[in-house]
């Protein structure tokens, strides 16, 4: 089944989801396109991830052993994964062994449009 998320802050958000997927749907316009947070071993495939503006397409936060394959933007947006931030106490919220497709950018690298 096909879906579309569109047009709200957050998207869609995994927070301590895991073995799930999301597959062939459209995430359209969010800020927050999609987030995993101290999810594991989810995969996300085939999906429309156009993000708005000064937004984020994907955000890993301390999430393990993810797949994310075959997602695209549009004409106007490149598809980005940010990982690794800090929580409020400057701790590090690391993400590994994930399979990525797209632009990888750490949480402390510069981000342009």
Known sequence: ????????????RFIKSSYNELNNNSIL????????VN?????????????RGYSYSVNLVDS???????????????????Y???NSTNIALNSGNNTLEG???NAGEPRTI
Do not use: A, P
Request: aromatic share 8%.
């Open 29 to 36: 316009y969010n800020y927050f396109s999609l987030s995993l």
């Open 103 to 105: 632009e990888i950018l």
């Open 64 to 82: 393990q052993n993810n797949t994310l394959k075959g997602n695209i933007g549009d004409s106007n947006t490149e598809f980005r994964v940010v």
């Open 39 to 51: 999810s594991n071993n989810n995969k996300v495939l085939n999906n429309t991830i156009v993000r």
């Open 1 to 12: 089944m096909s879906n579309t998320v569109s047009k709200l802050w957050d998207g869609v």
């Open 84 to 86: 690794d931030v800090l």
